[in-house]
């Protein structure tokens, strides 16, 4: 099949799910600018310090993600075992451990039903995932489900101290998942899942690492 045939076979399915899309769909408001604090949830601790694992789950989940907190690795295993029923087959990021990864068939990306990667770094700021090109772009973008660890410790309060944790190894990329792919180029109607996954899920591990 030529590459101009496969492109307007996209190209056709792309619209079509966009049409599909706004038949009922109402305008979404802007969801306004980026805080300029951090409002967290709940105190935590004897001196009411705030707790950046809560608000980052707040935010993505208020942005469409899913977040599932696990005491430790044991716990996330046992999880990972009962999630991954949903599933046919897996693309796995290059730095997801053995542990992380769900008993499923391995597929390219283009074809897997579930991606799974481990973020660098997230920001209860903004609810975002940051993710290493490292990784393999095509895990993070292409299956229509997204499942992605990061470790508590590694939730930040703010975005700049996310990326900033990440200098010492820059990798050619660093990506911000901050919920469903959402697109509103087209008559400003929210649409998600057209240019990466519909559904994100944030596994926060809250044990220290092994």
Same mark, same amino acid.
């Given at each position: 099949?030529?590459?101009?045939? !496969?492109?307007?076979? =996209?190209? #056709?399915?792309?619209?079509?799910?966009?049409?599909?899309?706004? *038949?009922?769909?109402?305008?979404?408001?802007?969801?306004?600018?980026?805080?300029? #604090?951090?409002?967290?949830?709940?105190?935590?601790?004897?001196?009411?310090? +705030?707790?950046?694992?809560? =608000?980052?789950?707040?935010? @993505?989940?208020?942005?469409?993600?899913? $977040?599932?907190?696990?005491?430790?690795?044991?716990?996330?295993?046992?999880?990972?075992?009962?999630? =991954?029923?949903?599933?046919?087959? !897996? +693309?796995?990021?290059?730095? !997801?451990?053995?542990?992380? *990864?769900?008993?499923?068939?391995?597929?390219?990306?283009?074809?897997?039903?579930?991606?799974?990667? $481990? #973020? $660098?770094?997230?920001?209860? *700021?903004?609810?975002?995932?940051?993710?290493? +090109?490292?990784?393999?772009?095509?895990?993070?973008?292409?299956?229509?489900?997204?499942?992605?660890?990061? %470790?508590?410790?590694?939730?930040?309060?703010? @975005?700049?101290? #996310?990326?900033?944790?990440? %200098?010492?190894? @820059?990798?050619?990329?660093?990506?911000?998942?901050?919920?469903? +792919?959402?697109?509103?180029?087209?008559?400003?109607?929210?649409?998600?899942? !057209?240019?990466?996954p519909g559904r994100i899920i944030a596994a926060v591990l809250l044990g220290?690492?092994?």
């Amino acid at each position: 099949m030529s590459d101009e045939r !496969v492109s307007k076979r =996209a190209r #056709a399915r792309i619209l079509g799910r966009v049409r599909e899309a706004n *038949q009922e769909r109402e305008p979404v408001e802007h969801p306004g600018t980026l805080p300029d #604090a951090l409002e967290p949830p709940g105190p935590f601790g004897d001196a009411g310090r +705030s707790d950046p694992v809560g =608000a980052f789950e707040d935010r @993505l989940r208020a942005a469409g993600g899913e $977040v599932v907190r696990l005491a430790d690795e044991a716990a996330a295993r046992k999880w990972l075992e009962e999630f =991954a029923r949903e599933f046919e087959s !897996v +693309s796995v990021g290059v730095g !997801v451990p053995d542990t992380l *990864q769900p008993a499923l068939p391995k597929a390219q990306p283009s074809e897997a039903a579930l991606g799974v990667s $481990v #973020a $660098v770094g997230a920001s209860a *700021q903004t609810g975002s995932l940051v993710l290493s +090109s490292k990784e393999g772009r095509r895990s993070q973008l292409l299956p229509p489900v997204h499942l992605i660890w990061v %470790r508590a410790g590694d939730v930040h309060t703010t @975005l700049g101290d #996310a990326l900033q944790a990440c %200098r010492e190894d @820059l990798p050619a990329t660093l990506a911000l998942h901050s919920g469903p +792919s959402k697109s509103a180029d087209i008559g400003q109607i929210l649409v998600t899942g !057209v240019h990466g996954p519909g559904r994100i899920i944030a596994a926060v591990l809250l044990g220290p690492r092994p």
